[in-house]
């Protein structure tokens, strides 16, 4: 008996992989059929990859950065890896939004294949949403700034915004917390969730069988080919293809590594290019996410994207046209012109705006970086505050300035680096008369925290604010308090140690 018979007699598995590889494919092989053989490729590197660069990172933020570092320049071909990851992550997604606009186009969404369809939306929003976490991973500056970003979109979420921002941050600030939580998103659960909806979709390929072309007539009347050797020789093709292109950027375009992440300094931000045309959304409703209206925050961010993907998860019983022939779904293919078209020209927008921003910013001098820091105008407007009194003594050591990056560090994740705070949960703290009126109210939040829906300036907001006795000193509490009143055009007093110790429950 034969190894392959006796493999064959006790799992069927030679059987089951004959009768893959000689799989009818309806019109014959076709490079329109490669896509999603070739997006699996990458999916399979992108779980090598990451497998390999897990052996040496460390989350947290005192490694982050430098474990990422020394895979760069210590581990034997670590640069060339973490540069196959970068550039899987580019290709699994363009390769994604190739297949399924390719779909779509060809109506293979039909019955019976709407599963197929809806499993292959949510690989995709799961393929971005490890894209978007592992974007915090190196903890450079980018990193940094772009993920707060993030966060603060996430916020803004209606009814549950406070606490996915309290999930996604693990605290009132970007942190350890936050590193390892973006962590175990993008190396555990999202890679999980991956393969479970992947070999769903293949079970489900394989029970209806290939699309075809877009005809209306019965697939068996086609010219038939076979997926083995024709489509697999057109998929290797295609695969080899994509690999030797990521090699190529791997070695003469590796991925970029910022300078630690330090939120004390100035830095302009960049999203990856698959959310440049959700940026461009937002710049449209107002420019920055500090600067944006409430209502424009919510559309931009969460309705308009929302409702799209609701819309393409129920395409299938949206369009209840037959027919798969192009000319025969006008609508749709307007539609889906119209919208590929809008994207791009958002992408395009926002990457120009992103590349005069920087140009316009220039590098700032290391002397000056904490100046230059989102909210430098309240660290300059305070400056003399350090070495001022406040009503009852002197100023702890380092005053405003060293409330600034105490602010920077575990404060600006909620209520924004300009002080804005988050609509919904985290009330602003430029103009709050809370802020600047008598010191020990702002202090008693402080030290023991806020729980509950408040009001400020006719607003809701129902966050939670994290008690900070114990986890900062009364002279931390007194600088950052001392920054908050000076701040963003706030004129109050300056705050002592010994004004926080006089403060009880």
Known sequence: MSVITWIEQRTGLVSQIT?????????????????????????ILQFVTGIFLTFYYAPSTSTAWESTNYIYHNVPLGGFVLGLHFWGATAMIALMFMHLLQ????????????????????LLIITLVLGLTGYLLPWDMNAYFASQVAINIAASTPLVGGYVQQFLSGGAGMGTLTINRFFGLHVWLMPALLALLAVGHLVVFRHNGSAGP??????????????WPNQMFMDAIASFAVFAIMVLLAIFAPPGLDEKADPTKQFIAYPAWYFLALYGLLRLAGLTPESVQPIALLLSTIIIPGVLVAVLILLPWIDRNPSRQLKRRPWILGITAVSVIIAVGLSVYSQLAIVAEQQASGPAPAAAAAAAAPGAAGVQGAAGASQASGPSGTV???????????????????HGAQG????????????NDVVTGPPDKVIHILLYGLNGAITVGGKPYNGVMPPWKGQLSNADIANVITYIRSSWGNKASAVTEADVAKVTK
């Open 19 to 43: 009768d893959f590889l000689t799989e009818d494919v309806p019109g014959g092989a076709s490079y329109w059929y490669v896509f999603g053989s070739a997006t699996i490729f990458a999916m």
């Open 103 to 122: 779909v779509l186009i060809w109506g293979a969404y039909k019955a019976p294949r709407e599963i197929m369809w809806v499993i292959g939306v949510l």
């Open 214 to 227: 877009p005809v209306d007539t019965d697939l068996k009347k086609l010219p038939q080919g076979r997926f």
């Open 396 to 414: 702890a050591a380092g005053g405003a300035d060293a409330g600034a990056k105490i602010y920077s560090t575990n404060c600006s994740g909620c």
């Open 420 to 431: 804005t705070g988050t609509p919904g949960a985290f009330p602003p703290l430029a103009g």
